[in-house]
């Protein structure tokens, strides 16, 4: 049976407060770029204010403003943030069956960009704080709610702004971000994503010289064009080395029903064709764990030479997005480019932006408490720690305060992995009214239980 808290968010009249401020921050059109959450920023601070609290609005530029607001609990304790971002990525309006900036309720969901990443956690992180404010904040410590500019594309007005230029406002002990939450269901028990940390980016540019010409004479010397795409078939065919401590084990112990498959996935020998196995009958938790063996490098971009069709390329180059495990450095990534390209060659490697892995332990009140509360909610179902493959705000705070224990969980009631993931910037974005309202109860919860 569970909790009567739970029971009660689950329900669509229950969610129909945080659907409803959802669906007026949808209608706040902060694309980015150019992002805009200043818009998003003084709606905030006036709702706050007329929920009695007072909040600040703050930021490197005015029109890319974050709103971060106080509640002192009652006894003193740690301080927890709970944070999430306001701006959201473009959209082709045209894709969509409703539009994109309506926040229309219907059919149970509420629609639109942001509505599952992540506006739907700024307002569940809201409605949780005016909540607890209103009765009191009986609680052992501080609460902090902190909506955030520019995590999409990540310069520097946003998370990364706040605890480099404002840390008296945004330090804390427990971070709760977005990147988390999801559920698989197999053989009627839930197992909840709960991301301890994300991998690193290190993006950059290899570039290829050739011997410009006339292209009706076959080049004799180099061509440009034909060692990039030689260089992008390496790349991608490329088996980089492979480590297995960031590979969650809870997890695949509870997706993968294979006990043979199971064990091949986490024995270094046996584990790429494991994978291949695997891949052929579950694509979705392959995608879930693969890139959690190691570097990743996937040619996303390609230019070469001008605009004639007749004239050979004096140069071509490939971006590479690149991820790296906690721990893995530009060296490392150096190294498998030498290694799928067969060493240093007629190539030059250019960084556009690296940016390091890093993760925050379990086994403690904090994950503790999310266990506790996830299970209360959903009997018989557990929080399984993994590295998130992409990239959250969750990176700044660990970065900048090394003590942080920083989670990455919005977790869901209503739909599971499967139906929720594939929304994620795409079209018709949606998410349903049960399960923002179940997220909003979940933090209420849970600062009782963590913060107590």
Not at 405 to 426: Q, V
Request: aromatic share 8%; net charge negative.
């Amino acid at each position: 049976m569970a909790a009567a808290w739970a029971s009660d968010a689950a329900s669509d009249e229950s969610g129909r407060e945080t659907a409803e401020l959802l669906s007026r921050l949808i209608q706040i059109n902060t694309t980015n770029p150019p992002g805009n959450e200043t818009a998003v920023a003084h709606f905030l601070r006036d709702y706050f204010a007329a929920h009695g609290v007072e909040g600040e609005v703050v930021g490197e530029w005015p029109e890319r403003q974050n709103f971060v607001a106080r509640l002192q609990g009652s006894r003193p304790g740690p301080t927890l943030v709970v944070m999430a971002h306001m701006d959201v990525v473009p959209c082709e309006p045209e894709q969509w069956s409703q539009p994109p900036f309506s926040g229309l309720i219907k059919d149970g969901y509420v629609w639109g960009r942001g509505a599952d990443d992540i506006k739907n956690l700024v307002a569940a992180e809201t409605v949780a704080f005016l909540r607890l404010a209103a009765a009191g904040a009986d609680f052992a410590g501080t609460l902090v709610l902190a909506a955030t500019a520019d995590e999409e594309v990540g310069d520097q007005c946003g998370a990364r702004w706040l605890v480099q230029n404002r840390p008296d406002l945004v330090r804390c002990d427990y971070l709760l971000n977005e990147g988390g939450g999801e559920y698989v269901e197999i053989g009627g028990q839930r197992t909840y994503m709960l991301t301890v940390g994300e991998k690193g980016t290190a993006q950059f540019k290899l570039t290829f010289q050739g011997e410009t010409g006339h292209a009706s004479v076959p080049p004799h010397g180099r061509n440009a064009v034909a060692e990039m795409a030689r260089a992008i078939k390496a790349l991608v065919e490329h088996e980089p080395e492979l480590r297995f401590d960031c590979v969650p084990e809870l997890l695949i112990e509870r997706l993968v029903g294979d006990a043979g498959l199971r064990a091949r996935l986490l024995d270094p020998a046996l584990v790429r064709p494991a994978l291949a196995e695997l891949r052929a009958v579950d694509v979705e938790t392959a995608d879930l764990i693969e890139p959690l063996y190691g570097i990743t490098l996937v040619p996303t971009i390609v230019r070469a030479g001008g605009e004639a069709v007749n004239v050979l390329a004096s140069h071509a180059e490939v971006t590479v997005d690149c991820r790296t495990l906690p721990g893995q450095t530009e060296d490392d990534v150096r190294r498998e480019v030498e290694a799928a390209l067969g060493g240093p060659g007629a190539w030059e490697l250019e960084w556009l932006g690296t940016v390091a892995g890093n993760d925050s332990p379990v086994g403690n009140d904090f994950s503790r408490a999310i266990d506790t509360v996830i299970a209360e909610a959903v009997p018989g179902a557990v929080a399984a720690p993994m590295h998130c493959v992409g990239f959250t705000d969750s990176n700044w705070y660990r970065a900048a305060f090394p003590d942080v224990i920083a989670y990455g969980f919005g977790p869901y009631i209503a739909e599971d992995y499967l139906a929720t993931g594939p929304r994620c910037h795409n079209h018709d974005e949606r998410i349903t009214v049960r399960d923002v309202g179940f997220q909003a109860a979940f933090v209420e919860r849970l600062v009782h239980e963590l913060l107590r």
